[in-house]
Nanobody, 127 residues
Framework: QVQLVESGGGLVQAGGSLRLSCAAS????????VGWVRQAAGNEREVVAAISRRCANTNYADAMKGRFTISRDNAKNTVYLQMNSLKPEDTVVYYCAAKSTIYSLNTYITAAQYDYWGQGTQVTVSS
């Protein structure tokens, strides 16, 4: 089992940047693929970015391509989401999620695929 704690959210003006962090603890944290997921009110959960166990592969929702970058430092058991060119519609709680997998190169783009979740961090973008 793995525990996830997000940080780095806050208030930023449109066009600004934030970097979210997801610190993982527990057994074999390197055996997990990770995703950042958000859910706006009335909408389904959306995986905005995903990264494989071995950092080799990443995947992004179309609206985030070119603006968001996911990365991980397995030595620090931490996954990051660099968010640039933020828009007011990016205002939502962002969750870090992990999936135990034997496949080192797979990414997971559906929220239901993830096994473990953090508590979330609020991002607010003012216009």
């Amino acid at each position: 089992q793995v525990q996830l704690v997000e940080s780095g959210g806050g208030l930023v003006q449109a066009g600004g940047s934030l970097r979210l962090s997801c610190a993982a603890s527990g057994r074999a944290t390197g055996n997990y693929a990770v995703g950042w997921v958000r859910q706006a009110a009335g909408n389904e959960r959306e995986v905005v970015a995903a990264i494989s166990r071995r950092c080799a592969n990443t995947n992004y929702a179309d609206a985030m391509k070119g603006r968001f970058t996911i990365s991980r430092d397995n030595a620090k058991n931490t996954v990051y989401l660099q968010m640039n060119s933020l828009k007011p519609e990016d205002t939502v709680v962002y969750y870090c999620a992990a999936k135990s997998t034997i496949y080192s190169l797979n990414t997971y783009i559906t929220a239901a695929q993830y096994d473990y979740w953090g508590q979330g961090t609020q991002v607010t973008v003012s216009s």
